[in-house]
C-alpha cells in the first residue's frame, strides 16, 4: 500500500480555541485525517517569544489545545500530536533554513510586519521573535507534508517556507531551478515544495461591529467551549447599526459573515439574506437566534468529548497522547534531518534519540 500523503499544521498555544480556528483551519484537519497521515504541531516554543515570561501559562495552555483538538474530532490513533519542544530536529532546521533565507525577506513578511505593529512590539521584540517565521518553515519541513491547511493570515509564512525547501532542494539536492514545485522529490530534493490550504472562511470577525477579526486578545471570540447560553450572549454583542426588521439591511455585513459561516443549509441562507436585503420583517435579534442555535448545534458534541478530559485524570490522558505522539513525530522528524543533513555533506553518522 503506498504511503499516505502528508499534513502538517498546528497552532500557538495562547488560550482555549475559538470559532475563527474551526473555520479557518480546524475543522478541515478533522475531515482530512482518514486521506492524509497528519501532524497536529503545538507550537509551545513560539508561545515563548512573546510570553516568556509566563511558562506556567503557556504550559496550560498547550494542554487546553490539545483538549480542545480532541474535543473538536482530532483522533491520536490515526494523527500525530507535535510538542514542537520534544522534536529537537526542528531547532536543528531552524539554523539551516535561516542560513536560506535573506533577512530582508523575513523582515519583510506582512504577517511579521503585521503583528509587530499590532502587538505593541514595535521597538522592544526579542531577536526570538522574528525567528520563529524562520522556526515555522522548519516546523512544517520537517515532516515532509505535501499540503498544509492554514487560515488567511498564515499564508506568507507558508509562502517563506515554499522558498526554504526550493533553495534547500536546489543547493543540495541537484533539483534544477527551472523545475515545477511538484517535481522537486523526484529530481532529487530532500522536500517537497508544499501547499497552503486556505480554510473555508479566510477571516473571521470577532462579535463586535466586525472591524477585528477574532481574537482572545481582542476579547470578542467565542471559544469552542462555551456554554450555550454564552454563545447567546456573546451573538447579541454583534452590531450592525440597523433599527428595524423593515428597514432593508446589508446581507454582507458582519451578522451575515457568522450567517455565512455556521447556518449549513444554503437555501436557508440564500433566504435569509434576500429578506434581511429586502427588509422583510426580519430582525436582526430572530437572525441572531438562529445563529447562535446554529454554533451551538456544532459546538454541543465538542462539549461533551471536551468534559471527558476536564479533570486531573484528563489531564494524565492528555499527557499520555503527548508522549506518544513525540516518540512518533521524532520517527519522522528525525530521519528528515538525516537527509537533510546527508544532503549538505554534513552525515557524520546517524544518531538516534534515547
Ligand atoms: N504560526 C501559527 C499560528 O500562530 C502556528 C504554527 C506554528 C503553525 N508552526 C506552524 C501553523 C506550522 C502551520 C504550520 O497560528
Redesign the pocket.
Known amino acids: 500500500m503506498p504511503e499516505k500523503p502528508r499534513i502538517?499544521?498546528?497552532?500557538?498555544p495562547?488560550g482555549r480555541l475559538h470559532l475563527g480556528?474551526w473555520v479557518g483551519?480546524l475543522e478541515r484537519r478533522v475531515a482530512l485525517q482518514d486521506q492524509y497521515d497528519c501532524y497536529f504541531?503545538l507550537?509551545n516554543m513560539?508561545a515563548f517569544t512573546t510570553r516568556f515570561d509566563k511558562p506556567a501559562d503557556i504550559r496550560q495552555d498547550t494542554l487546553e489545545i490539545v483538549k480542545d483538538w480532541l474535543a473538536a474530532g482530532i483522533d491520536p490513533q490515526r494523527s500525530t500530536i507535535v510538542l514542537?519542544t520534544e522534536v529537537p530536529a526542528i531547532a536543528e532546521l531552524t539554523w539551516f533554513f535561516a542560513m536560506l533565507l535573506s533577512f530582508n525577506d523575513v523582515m519583510g513578511n506582512p504577517?511579521l510586519v503585521h503583528e509587530l505593529e499590532t502587538k505593541g512590539l514595535k521597538d522592544s521584540y526579542s531577536f526570538g521573535f522574528p525567528m520563529?517565521t524562520v522556526?515555522?518553515c522548519a516546523?512544517?519541513l520537517a515532516f515532509r507534508p505535501t499540503l498544509?491547511?492554514?487560515?488567511e493570515?498564515?499564508a506568507p509564512?507558508?509562502e517563506m517556507?515554499r522558498k526554504a525547501a526550493r533553495k534547500f532542494n536546489q543547493l543540495y539536492g541537484g533539483v534544477s531551478n527551472r523545475a515545477n514545485d511538484d517535481d522537486h522529490v523526484a529530481q532529487g530534493g530532500v522536500f517537497p515544495v508544499p501547499k497552503a490550504l486556505i480554510g473555508r472562511v479566510g477571516r473571521l470577525p470577532g462579535v463586535g461591529d466586525g472591524s477585528a477579526k477574532m481574537s482572545k486578545s481582542l476579547n470578542n471570540a467565542i471559544f469552542l467551549s462555551d456554554a450555550p447560553k454564552d454563545v447567546q450572549k456573546k451573538i447579541n454583542k454583534i452590531t450592525t447599526g440597523r433599527q428595524s426588521p423593515t428597514e432593508p439591511g446589508d446581507p454582507s455585513n458582519v451578522l451575515f459573515k457568522f450567517v455565512e459561516a455556521f447556518i449549513p443549509d444554503p437555501a436557508r441562507v440564500a433566504e435569509l439574506k434576500d429578506r434581511y436585503a429586502r427588509g422583510d420583517n426580519l430582525g436582526d435579534g430572530h437572525v441572531k437566534a438562529e445563529v447562535a442555535d446554529a454554533i451551538n448545534t456544532l459546538l454541543e458534541p465538542m462539549r461533551a468529548r471536551r468534559a471527558e478530559f476536564d479533570s486531573p485524570a484528563g489531564d494524565a490522558h492528555v499527557l499520555d497522547i503527548i508522549k506518544a505522539g513525540v516518540k512518533r513525530a521524532n520517527a519522522t522528524a528525525e530521519e528528515t534531518l538525516y537527509l537533510a543533513k546527508k544532503a549538505m555533506r554534513l552525515d557524520f553518522g546517524r544518531r538516534t534519540l534515547a
Do not use: F
Not at 8 to 12: A, Q, S
Open positions: 502538517l499544521t498546528g497552532d500557538t495562547t480556528h483551519s504541531l507550537a513560539h514542537q504577517t520563529y522556526g515555522q516546523d512544517i498544509v491547511p492554514v487560515g493570515d498564515q509564512h507558508i517556507c
